[in-house]
Every structure is written in structure tokens, then in C-alpha cells.
């Protein structure tokens, strides 16, 4: 089975009173180092490409808008489950269903920003201190100096929320089973985007 769930299964890893720890443990280091040392690679030369890792990229918004994204999915292909000692259907190729119906509770949004824009950080950290904080075109070094506590975006959520651009809010709603994305202009004021009947399915 394909990624379809990735969002929702993300949501919920993150936000199961999960502690968000620092940007690089001290064990991860230690390993990181170790590591380092056996490749041909410098590791001066491994550290500065981790510390200036910035994540995938998005550039400011250049209009607030809020639209949703269908998560429902329909398996490619049979899914099998074993009884006793043959093999039967438990999920036919076809059939659909939404991630949402799954989740017991609504988890916290969560917030794509540029942190070294300052306009963006001091929006979001007003408004959504308690979010999951999702970093974008801002170094590991520049968001250990300003103390956060993110992570960094990802090609793959990107692509499976339709996001364009920082600042992007993202709830899951458990009433109407979507994923709502409210993309923020906050060099306008950050004023709220009116809600369009944009629907969008997640790839």
C-alpha cells in the first residue's frame, strides 16, 4: 500500500503527547560523529551539511487562501491477510476509505514557516506556540540559535497537501473528514484567507 495515510499517521505520531526534543540529541550526535569518522568524507565537512540542512522550500505567500484536501484513498491492489494456512482478500483493490475516521481525537495543527523570516516567526509564535512547527528555508544552525523546536519539511508532505507557500496552517477536521489548509500572507497582515470550494486530493 502506497503512503496515502503519511499526513494523518504523521499527525498522530507527533501529537500522542510525544515530547519534541531538540534539533539534534546528544546520542544522534555521538552516532553521527562515529559515523563520520569511518566514511571518506571529512567530518567537518559531514557537520557543515547538517548544520546548513534547510529542509524542502517554500517561499512566502503571496495571497491567503484556505482550501482542504480529501485524504480518502483506494487501494491499488488486494490487500491479504493469512487464515490458518492460505492466504484470503482482507481489503479488495478498490476499495476506499478515509484516514480520518481512524483518529479518536483532533491532534494540534500543524504550522509551516520560515523561521529566519521574521515577520513569519513572530506571526506564528503568537498566534501558534503550541503547534507542531514545521520548518522550511531556514538552516539547522540559524533554528538551534533561535532556540526552536521544529521539523524540517519534507518533499513528500509537500506534495501530499498541495502546499505553496509559508505560512500554511494545517488542521484536521474530524466533521467534515479533511485536512484544511489555511495559507497565510503575513507580509499583508496575516489576515485570514476567505474559504474557496477548493478540493484537492491527497497523491
Aim: aromatic share 10%; hydrophobic share 35%; glycine share 6%.
Amino acid at each position: 500500500m502506497r503512503k496515502a495515510v503519511f499526513i494523518l499517521l504523521l499527525f498522530l505520531k507527533l501529537s500522542q503527547g510525544v515530547e519534541l526534543y531538540e534539533i539534534a540529541e546528544p546520542d544522534l550526535l555521538e552516532e553521527i560523529r562515529m559515523r563520520a569518522e569511518s566514511l571518506t568524507i571529512p567530518s567537518q565537512e559531514l557537520k557543515e551539511k547538517i548544520e546548513s540542512h534547510e529542509g524542502f522550500y517554500l517561499p512566502p505567500a503571496k495571497e491567503s487562501k484556505v482550501y482542504e484536501v480529501d485524504p480518502t484513498y483506494c487501494l491499488e491492489e488486494d490487500i491479504y491477510y493469512m487464515n490458518g494456512d492460505r492466504w484470503e482478500v482482507l481489503y479488495p483493490k478498490g476499495y476506499c476509505f478515509n484516514p480520518i475516521d481512524y483518529i479518536p481525537y483532533e491532534p494540534p495543527p500543524m504550522v509551516v514557516f520560515n523561521p529566519c523570516r521574521k515577520e513569519e516567526r513572530e506571526w506564528v509564535l503568537k498566534r501558534h506556540g503550541e503547534a507542531i512547527l514545521v520548518s522550511t528555508g531556514c538552516s539547522l544552525r540559524k533554528v538551534r540559535e533561535m532556540g526552536l523546536k521544529v521539523y524540517f519539511l519534507t518533499e513528500e508532505l509537500v506534495r501530499k497537501l498541495s502546499l505553496e507557500g509559508t505560512v500554511s496552517v494545517i488542521r484536521v477536521d474530524r466533521g467534515r473528514r479533511k485536512i484544511v489548509v489555511e495559507v497565510v500572507d503575513v507580509d499583508s497582515g496575516g489576515k485570514r484567507g476567505s474559504s474557496g470550494e477548493v478540493h484537492r486530493e491527497a497523491n
